[in-house]
């Protein structure tokens, strides 16, 4: 039963890795207009840590993640 949820997740990596990257170069933008960024970064990396652990989870379970 879990199979296809946890595939659903492995399709959502497609498009994680690159939003992730995307809104790391949107912070860049904001600190150079002097805005205050600490909590989106804090933000970034936790959404991070949570893409690590299901990484890891995802693939001791054999599934292959897009990079």
């Known amino acids: 039963m879990a199979e ?6 492995v399709e959502d990596f497609k498009t994680i890795t690159p939003e992730l ?5 949107l912070i860049g933008v904001l600190k150079e207009a002097g805005e ?3 909590k989106i970064e ?3 990396r936790n959404l991070e ?4 652990k299901w ?4 693939a001791a379970r054999g ?3 897009p990079k």
């Open 4 to 9: 296809p949820v946890l595939e659903a997740i």
């Open 21 to 25: 990257k995307r809104a790391k170069e």
């Open 36 to 38: 205050d960024t600490v």
């Open 42 to 44: 804090s933000d970034i």
């Open 49 to 52: 840590i949570r893409k690590s």
């Open 55 to 58: 990484e890891r989870v995802l």
């Open 63 to 65: 599934y292959k993640i």
